[in-house]
């Protein structure tokens, strides 16, 4: 079982810059693939960012690319978000989510524990 707590998140003017960060329960955290999924207003939610267990490989959806930056501290049991030149469409609910799989994946359903989200506003 890992349970995970974000926090991190709030409002912020276009341009501006966030990190958000992902603290875990468990002795396990390091087996896990780590990722960021975001949801706004009336949309499904969606992948934004993930990191395997070593912090070696990361993959990115194209709208955050250049932007965001996903990494991770095992011995914090703590994975991060750094979201830098911040539009009004990245605001969402933000939330983070360990997965089982060694692979990196995309889709919800990969993604066997979820924390509470934060919310991240960004003003125009």
């Known amino acids: 079982q890992v349970q995970l707590v974000e926090s991190g998140g709030g409002l912020v003017q276009a341009g501006g810059s966030l990190r958000l960060s992902c603290a875990a329960s468990g002795r396990t955290f390091s087996s896990y693939t780590m990722g960021w999924f975001r949801q706004a207003p009336g949309k499904e939610r969606e992948f934004v960012a993930a990191i395997n267990w070593s912090g070696d490989n990361t993959y990115y959806t194209d709208s955050v690319k250049g932007r965001f930056t996903i990494s991770r501290d095992n011995p914090k049991n703590t994975v991060y978000l750094q979201m830098n030149s911040l539009k009004p469409e990245d605001t969402a609910v933000y939330y983070c989510?360990?997965?089982?799989?060694?692979?990196?994946?995309?889709?919800?359903?990969?993604?066997?524990?979820w924390g509470q989200g934060t919310q991240v506003t960004v003003s125009s």
């Open positions: 989510a360990a997965s089982r799989n060694i692979v990196i994946r995309t889709y919800t359903y990969n993604y066997d524990y």
